[in-house]
């Protein structure tokens, strides 16, 4: 199992160098240039020269290998470079902007998990009941309705009854947990609502399917209670899918909430993402989809290791 | 004529039995339905019966008879929202099951009354260790600590003949084998000291020295924990071998009922008459046609009152437009049979088989198919990169098929069986060795002469349910090949020969219309014949062909084979894992186990004068669908299971069960040799 882990992180290894290719390449065949949009954008008239000078100041006039060699070694020393518009290092642009994303996330997935397990499993339970069609509704809302105009809802009801506004600058949790938490569960409600849907409407599929397996019948015949069936038999077999769509949808929930964010007024991943592709600021571009790859390869691995753990049938001996 | 009410005929029938005090139980015209989309299904209709204390009682029937559901009514396990018990009772050990609330049904199940059901490979939960599993009862019923449980967990895997079982008990399910997950299943039916233990097809999904041994567990422990058996079942020896009664059902109803031996014996119901006749069996000589019941099984969706063999009964007469009554018969048993006293006097009898044995072809010709000392060996799956060592699938090979002669190749599962016919297929590429068809050795073929061979050479698949397309119409199916091959021209050509290939098996032309759930699952395998003749072959494997169809279904398809190898000089590999079969229609037959060839020999040598100790063992314990000769004779059984191909024996590979091994076996693997004239065998010691 360590073994397997090792070769696995690894592995992590290629696919974020097939990545970087990737992205590194396809930013350059994109039209548009940041050093036009910087000196230009507002309509100014700069010369050529200037320009050239300030192309060569970032290091854009260099050969295109000699530029990804450079990021590429930077990378392997942790150093993702300077964002090309703000001068900033790229860790600290991306940094305080993960941590909202992160935090999001994460309460995004604790809303939609614990709604999402007695959803549906009552649902599978009462499977044609009313039950079960009140939560086959609202998870067939939850997909169809989008998480920004759900967010919307949230905010114009906050503002006609309490007359509440989102602040314009986040507070972290660590410097005053209430104000945090008050800001925050709002989107997090919004965008968990979809995600509930996704995480009950699997656990209900997967536990009618786990509720006709032999092993149930063979359950009940013991004479093991009901309650029991359910939670030990039935119960962790079905949970086992929704390791998977809980992991992903989590991983889209760093850098996927763009209108989300801006309907809550929260400075996370999206924003910047959309900001600095607008500004084709490249070694930020970079830097956030390298950050994203990552986490996409990190969850997944944790998914399959995860999977290991309450899987016996699974055993990873390399 | 003794008509009476069904009840009080049974109490009749127990009241004439003084020494037997109240059953255990008594299931008294028990109807279930359940609700489906095409209406109601009467699974069980009017079915009584009692099981006394100690006592081993059968149930046997084709698929969808309602032995199943009879047992599942009984256990109150119907799906909820289904299954309907609309009328009838059921009294164990002076409680009305059908009366009791959910939680009392509950207090009942498990510790009263265990069921055992049919697939150990998903019965037992994937997650929870073997010892959760077996002491989850022992903690609900009896409110043992986790310690006393633990203990007796112990006792129990030791009775059921698990050996190491502190360190099994923290094992989960698919550390196991299939054989083992069955007795595991017998341990939890055991854990509380049950009064009566269902066992719903308990060795149907097991190898034939295997089902031995657990049915002779079961056997042995009812005997001395006096605990009462039913058996469902569709295997006829099985209910020889170890019924004291037999229930035969048929369309939801009792069709016969009474004591093994009367009903082995004397069959007094058309349906019980026609079922004996058609499985082949080992204990008499081969005849040439096999009987068969004509026609399917009703559709229970259909209410009626007629007598529901009727259809399909050939001494159907005015008076069976009327549903009988069970009768009682000259020889105790009960039976749903206008005529019963017709066929006791022996005024109707079952027509004697029609069509005279094979007339096999001298082996003078050259083989159509020869294969030289195949081996296939394939990487055990490990990691990433490694892997954790070689499984020899097939070793050393060898074995000659003539034009128009089937050759039998059986064994138990894991034996190399199946791999042998892919290979000859093609499907798998051989490690190495050699195969011949028609004289082009294939592994030199050109792409052309590859071509020519998949043509020629067809098969037949085990399932008939997963093996054809569920999007495609019978006609496109069988038509396929027609067009790839380009065997016929034209639309209406095409449709044509199709209408010819479903006629010769069989089937009516309109059938190319349907789709194959449309289709019962015995003409589900004519198509798939079909579809094999239609690219009008000259060798066809037949890979467990029979093995998922009923008994009565199974014989029509082997006569249908066998008259199409007539009709077309066709030459089959028949493989199977059921000796009464193989024999039936092989001319020779192949003995496989763990990879290699045990003995080759024609039919009757085989079955009558084996030499090598695995055919013998294996012929032992194949139980045959007569109560007198098996309760006589002593089982050998054969001890342990098929030994892991991650650590092969060394010398012999059946050296670790043999019951003649010697040192030397252990050392030298022996060569197949000649002993006899025609006859091969592997073993030193003959």
Redesign the interface.
């Known amino acids: 199992m360590l073994?397997?882990t090792i070769?696995r992180v690894l592995l992590m290894i290629p696919t974020l160098i097939g990545v970087a290719v990737l992205v590194f390449f396809l930013l350059r065949v994109v039209p548009g240039d940041i050093v036009e949009i910087k000196l230009r954008g507002d309509g100014g008239s700069v010369t050529q020269e200037t320009i050239d000078m300030e192309r060569k100041r970032l290091g854009l006039d260099r050969p295109l290998l000699t530029q990804f060699g450079d990021w590429m070694v930077g990378m392997a020393t942790l150093d993702f470079g300077n964002s090309m518009w703000t001068e900033r290092p790229v860790v600290t642009e991306i940094a305080g902007r993960l941590e909202l994303s992160l935090q999001v996330a994460i309460m995004a997935t604790f809303v939609a998990v614990l709604l999402a397990i007695p959803m549906g499993t009552m649902a599978a339970l009462f499977?044609?009941s009313w039950i079960d069609y009140a939560v086959r509704i609202l998870t067939i809302g939850g997909l169809s309705i989008p998480s920004f105009w759900f967010g919307m809802l949230i905010m114009l009801t906050l503002l006609a009854l309490f007359n509440w506004l989102p602040p314009i600058t986040f507070t972290p949790i660590y410097v005053d947990p209430i104000a945090n938490l008050t800001q925050l569960i709002w989107p997090a409600l919004a965008v968990g609502y979809r995600y509930c849907a996704v995480v009950a409407r699997m656990i209900r599929s997967s536990l009618l399917e786990v509720m006709n397996?032999?092993?149930i019948?063979?359950?009940?015949?013991?004479?093991?209670?009901?309650r029991?069936v359910i939670s030990?038999?039935a119960l962790?077999?079905a949970l086992l899918p929704a390791i998977t769509v809980i992991g992903l949808e989590f991983t889209f929930l760093i850098g996927g909430l763009v209108v989300t964010e801006q309907v809550f007024n929260l400075n996370g991943i999206g924003q910047l993402f959309v900001q600095s592709v607008s500004r084709n600021d490249f070694t930020l571009i970079q830097g956030m989809v390298m950050l994203i790859a990552a986490f996409y390869v990190f969850v997944n691995l944790v998914i399959d290791l995860l999977y290991a753990v309450?899987?016996?049938?699974i055993r990873?001996?390399? | 004529m003794s008509v009476a009410d069904t009840s009080d005929d049974l109490r009749a029938l127990r009241d004439a039995r003084p020494e037997v005090a109240a059953p255990l139980l008594e299931v008294d015209d028990l109807h279930t339905q359940f609700a489906t989309a095409r209406g109601i299904v009467r699974a069980v209709e009017g079915v009584s019966f009692t099981v006394d204390r100690g006592e081993v009682v059968a149930i046997v029937g084709e698929s969808g008879s309602g032995k199943s559901v009879t047992a599942l009514s009984i256990?109150r396990?119907l799906p909820r929202?289904t299954g309907k018990i609309p009328k009838g009772r059921i009294m164990f050990d002076g409680r009305s099951l059908l009366d009791l609330d959910?939680e009392q049904m509950?207090?009942?199940?498990?510790?009263d009354i265990?069921?055992i059901?049919q697939?150990p490979m998903?019965?037992?939960?994937?997650?929870?260790?073997i010892g959760l599993q077996i002491k989850?009862?022992l903690q609900?019923?009896l409110g043992m600590t986790d310690k006393e449980a633990q203990d007796r967990s112990i006792e129990l895997l030791q009775l059921v003949g698990i050996t190491d079982p502190e360190r099994r008990l923290d094992q989960?399910p698919?550390q196991f084998s299939g054989g083992m997950r069955q007795r595991v299943?017998i341990a939890?039916g055991l854990a509380c000291n049950p009064k009566l233990i269902i066992a719903d097809e308990p060795t149907t999904a097991l190898d034939v020295t295997i089902q031995a041994q657990i049915l002779e567990l079961m056997k042995n422990l009812s005997r001395q924990l006096d605990i009462a058996l039913i058996i469902i079942t569709h295997n006829l020896g099985v209910v020889a071998r170890y019924a004291d009664r037999v229930l035969v059902m048929y369309a939801a109803r009792v069709a016969e009922q009474g004591a093994a031996e009367a009903v082995f014996h004397d069959p007094r119901h058309p349906y019980s008459m026609g079922l004996l006749r058609s499985v082949p069996r080992l204990d008499r000589p081969r005849g040439g046609k096999l009987e068969t019941i004509e026609g399917l099984p009703p559709n229970l969706a259909d209410a009626s009152t007629a007598c529901r063999f009727a259809p399909r009964c050939p001494f159907r007469i005015a008076v069976c437009d009327q549903e009988p009554p069970l009768f009682v018969t000259d020889t105790g048993s009960l039976s749903r049979c206008h005529r019963h006293e017709e066929i006791a006097s022996g005024k109707i009898t079952w027509s004697a088989a029609g069509g005279a044995g094979l007339n096999f072809a001298a082996n003078t010709t050259a083989p159509v198919l020869s294969v030289r000392n195949l081996t296939k060996n394939f990487a055990a799956a490990?990691?990433?990169?490694?892997s954790a060592g070689t499984v020899r699938a097939v070793q050393d090979v060898s074995f000659d098929i003539y034009p128009g002669e089937t050759l039998g190749l059986v064994g138990e599962s894991g034996c190399g069986k199946t791999t042998v016919g892919r290979l000859i297929l093609r499907l798998e590429e051989p490690t190495s060795g050699e195969i011949h068809f028609e004289g082009v050795n294939l592994s030199t073929a050109s792409p052309a002469e590859l071509k020519a061979m998949r043509r020629k050479v067809q098969v037949i698949f085990q399932d008939p349910y997963s093996s054809l397309n569920p999007r495609m119409t019978v006609g496109q199916i069988i038509g396929e090949p027609l067009h790839v091959y380009k065997i016929v021209d034209g639309r209406g050509q095409v449709e044509a020969r199709v209408a010819e290939l479903l006629e010769n098996v069989g089937l009516r032309p309109e059938m190319a219309e349907r789709y194959p759930h449309q289709l019962s699952g015995g003409q589900r395998q004519r198509v798939g014949i079909a579809r094999a003749l239609a690219m009008e072959p000259s060798f066809i494997v037949c890979d467990e062909a029979v093995s998922a169809l009923d008994v009565s279904i199974q014989g029509q398809i082997i006569n249908l084979l066998e008259e199409l190898q007539r009709k077309f000089k066709l030459a089959f590999l028949f493989i199977a894992h059921d000796l009464a079969v193989v024999r039936h229609i092989s001319a020779r037959v192949v003995v496989m186990y763990f990879g290699r060839i045990m003995e080759v020999a024609d039919r009757d040598t085989i079955y009558g004068g084996s030499l090598h100790p695995y055919t013998r063992v294996l012929l032992d314990a194949a139980p045959v669908p007569d109560p007198s000769i098996e309760k006589q004779r002593e089982p050998r059984l054969i001890k342990g299971e098929l030994p892991s191909h991650l650590a092969p024996p060394t010398g012999c590979v059946f050296s670790t069960r043999c019951p003649q091994v010697s040192q030397e076996c252990r050392e030298v693997v022996p060569p197949l040799e000649e002993k006899r004239p025609g006859h091969f065998a592997a073993c030193i010691k003959v």
């Open positions: 073994r397997y070769n499977r044609d397996e032999d092993y019948r063979t359950a009940r015949a013991k004479g093991v209670y009901e029991l030990r038999h962790r077999n309450f899987d016996p049938r990873y001996n390399a | 256990m396990l929202l959910d509950r207090q009942i199940r498990g510790r265990s069921m059901f697939e998903t019965s037992l939960n994937p997650i929870l260790t989850e009862p609900i019923h989960y698919h299943m939890i490990g990691g990433l990169r490694s």
